[in-house]
């Protein structure tokens, strides 16, 4: 069966307060110091408890950066990415979006299809959405917006 995710080319709706938004160049270097603040603001504000669920979010958001550099912007320097945290009473989010043409979801091979396990992409969303609450694509796949519950 396909992997069901949201993807739209709508733009994200109102993802509640900004917490923290930076936009970073597509290189990899940059990455890191990205994936280390909102790692930092997740942490400062409660969000993240434990190791592992450090490690599992820092997973999610390096794969999502990662995309958005890689697949998105093709490592183009003088394409950017935008990185945010947002909040809402009931949870928060992570906004990842690049300047990308998006993609097809149809593109994106089945989970459960035992040819994608031999494949060396494609199990990115899968990951995604066995940490996040919600993924949603929007802009026809060139922003991620990954929602978590809060408590």
Known sequence: MPL???HTPDPPPNLGKPLLEMELPSVL??????????????????????????????????????????????FSERKKVLAGLYETPTHWSLRIEDEGEGFKPSDVPDP??????????????VLMKSIMDDVRYYRNGSCLVLLRKKG
């Open 29 to 74: 270097p940059e990455k890191d110091i990205a994936l280390n603040k909102l790692l930092a603001d997740l942490h400062e504000r409660n969000f993240i408890r434990g190791d592992e669920e450090d490690m599992k979010l820092r997973l999610v958001l390096d794969e999502a950066l990662v995309n958005a550099i890689k697949h998105g912007n093709k």
């Open 4 to 6: 069901e995710f949201l």
């Open 112 to 125: 459960d299809d035992p040819e994608s396990l031999l494949l060396e992409h494609g199990r990115g969303i």
